[in-house]
Structures are given as structure tokens and as C-alpha cells.
């Protein structure tokens, strides 16, 4: 049975998605943090871990706006925009290797490290010629 993962949505394209696929962004004392453990107090809202959706929210006085602040320290909220597109970025290759681990998978090929520590993906096969 598939266990339930919280949902939420993006205040960009309005998407609801898994909680572990978006940012937290939270105000607190005045100041704005990305919220790495989806837990910190304070008036929080998501965004997705998509470049995409990060540049958007950026642009402007969105983010403003949905923080309900008048102005953001632009220094500081240059610093934010860095963190979160770097978490974004990860985010996005993290999916691109698990999707490449997946189709090298079902094509049923397996990684072989070699003793002079290369490695080589081979398609293993079982006596009656399946890929293993
Ligand atoms: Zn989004």
C-alpha cells in the first residue's frame, strides 16, 4: 500500500505536489528563510523545486506579496534566490539521475565496477538469454 505523502501547493503554478518536491519559504521576526525542514514556525508558504517557479515567484514584488511585506533588503533578497535556485537545481538533477537509474534498469542493465576502479554498464543476462 502506497503511504500518503502530504500535499501541497505551489503559490506559483498553483500545483498541488508532494511536500518533499517544494521549498518552504516562511517569514519569521520580520525576516524570510527557506525552510529546509518544512517545520519552522512562523507564516510560511511553497513554492516548487522547479527553476522555473523559483524565477517567477522573484520576479517583481511577488514575493512580496505573498509574504504580505512592503520591501524585501534586496542584498538579502538576492542571498534567498540563490539558496532556493540551488535547492532547485539539485532537486532537478536528483529526478534526472533517478529517471536515468530507472530506464537503465529496465533496459536490465547493471553497473560493473572494474578492478582498476572504472566502471561500465552491462546488460546482464541469465542462462535463458533475460536480462537479469
Ligand atoms: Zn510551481
Do not use: H, S
Not at 90 to 96: I, K, L, M, T
Amino acid at each position: 500500500m502506497a503511504k500518503r505523502v502530504p500535499q501541497r501547493m505551489c503559490v506559483v503554478c498553483r500545483k498541488m505536489r508532494n511536500k518533499r518536491d517544494l521549498l518552504r519559504l516562511v517569514r519569521q521576526d520580520g525576516e524570510i528563510r527557506l525552510d529546509a525542514i518544512g517545520k519552522m514556525p512562523g507564516r510560511g508558504f511553497y513554492v516548487c523545486k522547479d527553476p522555473a517557479c523559483v524565477e517567477a515567484l522573484w520576479k517583481g514584488r511577488r514575493l512580496e506579496q505573498q509574504l504580505e511585506l512592503k520591501a524585501l533588503e534586496p542584498a538579502g533578497k538576492d542571498d534567498l534566490k540563490a539558496q532556493a535556485m540551488a535547492e532547485a537545481l539539485r532537486w532537478q538533477q536528483e529526478q534526472a539521475a533517478t529517471l536515468l537509474r530507472q530506464q537503465r534498469q529496465a533496459k536490465g542493465e547493471t553497473t560493473i565496477l572494474l578492478p582498476d576502479g572504472r566502471q561500465v554498464r552491462r546488460v546482464v543476462k541469465d542462462d535463458n538469454n533475460k536480462p537479469l
